[in-house]
């Protein structure tokens, strides 16, 4: 079964843009979550989406959103890019509760 | 809000070795789950414990969850340099419904052989 994917693996954007990022589940997951990685703050929750719903939000600034499909391929959005949000973003997928399998993330370069 | 302190920070030792890495809350969570994360790679699942007191043994790896289920630790015995990486814990919160994980943040072990 293939796990779960991430695209673009890498991005580079300058402040001010906005960036999409991809995450398509693993077959059968319906609930994909989102999270920041950085050297300073580490894994930080961003938000769940389950069944196209929005379950659950981190606390995180309104420029990040994110939305799932029918299919439970999900995006996240971040708009006006700042430098600190600069990061690894990770995508999880699951079946159950407490147990997430990971992707390898988007490594975002904001300069 | 919940918080997981990790310790230590890095842990370098030689192959053959025993180590421990802790993971502590003054909350409490309904599981906890260990991950470990290689450079360039998502974080792998290694276990997930739910029950206070409740011990996993996962080959050379032992994970315990506290009776309060506020803390949790990792032992690997014999260590191996295939073991180098950030291990991670991570809380779920029992009052959310779903999925939303609270990370430690991370012990980096290296394992010299």
């Known amino acids: 079964k293939a796990g779960v994917t991430q695209t673009p693996r890498y991005l580079i954007k300058t402040r001010g843009q906005q960036v999409t990022l991809s995450c398509s589940p693993i077959?059968?997951?319906?609930?994909v979550s989102w999270y920041q990685q950085t050297p300073g703050q580490g894994l930080q929750f961003l938000f769940e989406y389950f069944s196209e719903t929005q379950r659950n939000k981190g606390n995180f600034p309104g420029r990040f959103s994110g939305r799932q499909f029918s299919n439970s391929r999900s995006e996240m959005n971040v708009s006006t890019l700042e430098l600190g949000d600069s990061a690894l973003y990770l995508c999880?997928?699951?079946?159950?509760?407490?147990?997430?399998?990971f992707g390898p993330g988007t490594r975002l370069t904001v300069l | 809000t919940q918080l997981l302190e990790q310790s230590p920070q890095f842990l370098s030792i030689q192959e053959g070795e025993n180590l421990t890495v802790y993971c502590n809350s003054s909350?409490?969570?309904?599981?906890l789950q260990w991950y470990r994360q290689e450079p360039g790679e998502g974080p792998v699942l290694l276990v997930t414990v739910v029950t206070g007191g409740e011990v996993k043994k996962l080959k050379r790896l032992t994970f315990q969850f506290g009776d309060a289920r506020k803390d949790s630790s990792l032992h690997i015995t014999a260590a191996q340099p295939g073991d180098t990486g950030l291990y991670l814990c991570?809380?779920?919160?029992?009052?959310?419904?779903?999925?939303?994980?609270?990370f430690g943040g991370g012990t980096r072990v290296l394992v010299k052989p």
């Open positions: 909350s409490v969570f309904s599981s």
């Open positions: 999880a997928s699951s079946l159950s509760l407490n147990e997430q399998f």
């Open positions: 077959s059968g997951h319906r609930s």
């Open positions: 991570a809380g779920g919160d029992g009052k959310a419904a779903g999925n939303k994980l609270t």
